[in-house]
C-alpha cells in the first residue's frame, strides 16, 4: 500500500472517530498534502461530500438508427431510455442499469465505466457477471464522472464483437461513429413544510370585513336614490291621456246646456 494510501485511510478512521475538530487541534496531518490540496484533511471532507451527494440518473437516445438486430421482433429504440444508479461502483464510478427493463437469462442492460471508456452493455453481452471488461456493445472515449458529463459532440462507437447485429445503413465498422443525446434528470427540491401557525397580518395588510362592504354598498345606493329624486322633482310632469280626458266636458252635458240655453 502506498504511504499517501495508507495516511489518508488512517486519517479517514480517525476522523470518523474522533471528528474533524479534533483532528485539527491534535494538529498531526499538518505538513501533508494530496492531489494538489493544501492538506489532507481538506482532501478527506471534500472526498466525503462527493460520495454522499446523490447518484442522478439520465436519459439517453440515439441507438435507434443503428437498427440492431433481434431474434424476434423488438423496437430498435429498445436501448433508449432511462438508466438508474444501482448503488454500486465501476472503477470508481457509478454504475447504471436501464430502468423497467427485464432481465433475460441474468442479464440487463448497464452503462458502466471500464478503462477509459464508458461502456453500454446490453443482451449480446454477459452482463451476468460482476464485474465489467472491454467486450461490450457501445462505447465512447471520456473520463467524465458521469455519462450526463460527456460531451455532447463525442462519438460513441459499436464494439468490434457487436458489429454483427448491426442492421443500420451506412454502418460497416466499428469504426463508423455515432451520436447520442444525454439528459440528467435533476430531481426537484423538497417543498418547505407548511407552518402550523402563521403570523398574523398587520392591519395594513387584513381584509376588509364583509359587513363594512355592505354598509359601504348600501351607503352608495342610498346617495345615487337621492339623486334620482332630486333630478326627478325639476322634471315637469308628463300629461296623460286620462287627465286630457278630465278636462274636456262631457258630450250629454254640453248638448244639455245648448237646450237649457234661451
Known amino acids: 500500500?502506498?504511504?499517501?494510501?495508507?495516511?489518508?485511510?488512517?486519517?479517514?478512521?480517525?476522523?470518523?472517530?474522533?471528528?474533524?475538530?479534533?483532528l485539527k487541534r491534535l494538529n498531526i496531518l499538518n505538513g501533508f498534502t494530496i492531489e494538489g490540496s493544501e492538506n489532507i484533511l481538506d482532501w478527506i471532507m471534500a472526498k466525503t461530500e462527493d460520495e454522499s451527494r446523490p447518484v442522478e440518473s439520465f436519459d439517453i437516445e440515439g441507438f435507434e438508427a443503428l437498427k440492431m438486430w433481434a431474434p424476434v421482433a423488438?423496437?430498435?429504440?429498445?436501448?433508449?431510455?432511462r438508466f438508474?444508479?444501482?448503488g454500486r461502483l465501476s472503477e470508481g464510478r457509478p454504475l447504471f442499469v436501464q430502468d423497467g427493463n427485464k432481465v433475460f437469462m441474468g442479464r440487463q442492460r448497464y452503462i458502466a465505466w471500464f478503462n477509459g471508456y464508458w461502456r453500454y452493455y446490453s443482451m449480446y453481452d454477459d452482463t451476468s457477471k460482476t464485474e465489467f471488461f472491454e467486450e461490450c456493445?457501445?462505447?465512447?472515449?471520456?473520463?467524465?464522472?458521469?455519462?450526463?458529463?460527456?460531451a455532447e459532440d463525442q462519438?460513441?462507437?459499436?464494439?468490434?464483437?457487436?458489429?454483427?447485429?448491426?442492421r443500420g445503413p451506412g454502418v460497416k465498422s466499428a469504426s463508423h461513429p455515432f451520436h447520442v443525446r444525454i439528459v440528467r434528470i435533476v430531481k426537484a427540491s423538497p417543498?418547505?413544510?407548511?407552518?402550523?401557525?402563521?403570523?398574523k397580518a398587520p392591519d395594513s395588510?387584513?381584509?376588509?370585513?364583509?359587513?363594512?362592504?355592505?354598509?359601504?354598498y348600501l351607503s352608495k345606493k342610498k346617495l345615487m336614490y337621492q339623486k334620482e329624486v332630486e333630478n326627478a322633482k325639476d322634471v315637469e310632469p308628463i300629461q296623460t291621456f286620462k287627465d286630457e280626458a278630465k278636462d274636456e266636458p262631457d258630450p250629454k252635458v254640453r248638448a244639455l246646456e245648448k237646450v237649457q240655453q234661451p
Open 1 to 22: 500500500m502506498k504511504p499517501c494510501v495508507f495516511v489518508a485511510v488512517t486519517c479517514l478512521t480517525a476522523l470518523l472517530a474522533g471528528g474533524y475538530v479534533g
Open 74 to 81: 423488438a423496437p430498435s429504440e429498445r436501448f433508449n431510455g
Open 84 to 86: 438508474v444508479p444501482t
Open 137 to 150: 456493445t457501445f462505447m465512447v472515449k471520456s473520463d467524465a464522472q458521469h455519462p450526463a458529463d460527456i
Open 155 to 166: 462519438e460513441w462507437l459499436v464494439h468490434k464483437s457487436a458489429m454483427q447485429y448491426v
Open 191 to 199: 417543498q418547505e413544510p407548511k407552518k402550523l401557525f402563521q403570523p
Open 205 to 216: 395588510e387584513k381584509k376588509p370585513c364583509k359587513l363594512k362592504l355592505l354598509r359601504e
